[in-house]
Nanobody
């Protein structure tokens, strides 16, 4: 049974940082297309960042324009865990953040709340 468990969300002041984790079980994240999405109240779920393992070169990453230069997506293959380092957080980053594995029908975690507020 595939399970994705997010953690690391919370309340942070504008300009602060958080690191989200997505621990996977029942599936290896190696060489799979994985990513982070977020959904703010009343909004559609949107892509934040995705990462695809490369065999010989650097991993392939893409970011939403709104987070480029502030967020970094990464994987620890030994821990089978994906991360999202979020720096210079803004109030508009407030949302529930979900991790996703793009294989078969796709798998989603339960989400972790990130609130950026003073």
């Amino acid at each position: 049974q595939v399970q994705l468990v997010e953690s690391g969300g919370g309340l942070v002041q504008p300009g602060g940082s958080l690191r989200l984790s997505c621990a996977a079980s029942g599936i290896s994240l190696r060489f799979l297309d994985t990513g982070w999405y977020r959904q703010a109240p009343g909004q559609q779920r949107e892509l934040v960042a995705r990462i695809t393992d490369a065999i010989t070169d650097e991993d392939i990453t893409i970011y939403a324009d709104s987070v480029k230069g502030r967020f970094t997506i990464s994987k620890d293959r030994a821990k089978n865990t994906m991360y999202l380092q979020m720096n210079s957080l803004k109030p508009e980053d407030t949302a529930v953040y979900y991790c996703n594995v793009d294989v078969g029908e796709g798998y989603w975690g339960q989400g972790t709340q990130v609130t950026v507020s003073s």
